[in-house]
């Protein structure tokens, strides 16, 4: 179960994690132009709900909200990098910790020329291993905009559930206009049992 001791261990130094294709780590100042070409593309932030980054000096700014929510431990932000050690091609994260209820949310992105490839699919799973095992997290869940069917398949191929759906509840500031929101969750059970 999550506890202090699990989050400290959690949080002791930055975890990274590793799959057949994939090294995730912390993200980084050296970071600052290949996530700012991430997350400028309007592809990438589309189903985001916000604008996309409006220059390199507010993705430095972001990466250090990164640290600071590392630091208070508030949030897991990885970068998603190919192995042994290409370029950021993604994030991974884990936010939105409730430890009193043994929770958190996960989220993503990844470079559009990264897409179809199943890259993301590893990423998620190893991510999710560690939340489950390390963390003793008991649920995770994933909020997405209904239209983002990839998003929806990979939560669904890797065992989440849909368990709400709340109707034009976010105002999208880009395309001025209020969005669905779809609710999934996993269960450490079931992601056992899969």
Known sequence: MIHSDALAAAFARFPTLTTDRCLLRAITPADTAALFELESDPQVTRYLGRAPMPSLEATARRIESFRTQFDTRQALQW???????????????????????????????????????????????????????????????????????????????????????????????????FTDTAIFSLLVSGWRAR
Request: proline share 7%; hydrophobic share 45%.
């Open 79 to 177: 970068g998603v990098v190919p192995r042994p050690d290409g370029p950021l091609i993604g994030t991974c994260v884990f936010w939105h910790l409730r430890p009193a209820h043994y929770r958190a949310e996960i989220g993503y992105m990844l470079s559009p020329a990264w897409w179809g490839q199943g890259v993301m699919s590893e990423v998620v799973a190893a991510v999710l291993d560690f939340g489950f095992a390390t963390m003793g997290l008991h649920s995770v869940d994933a909020q997405i905009d209904p239209a983002n069917a990839a998003s929806r398949r990979l939560l669904e191929k890797l065992g989440f559930v849909q368990e709400a759906y709340f109707r034009e509840d976010y105002f999208h500031p880009v395309e001025q206009r």
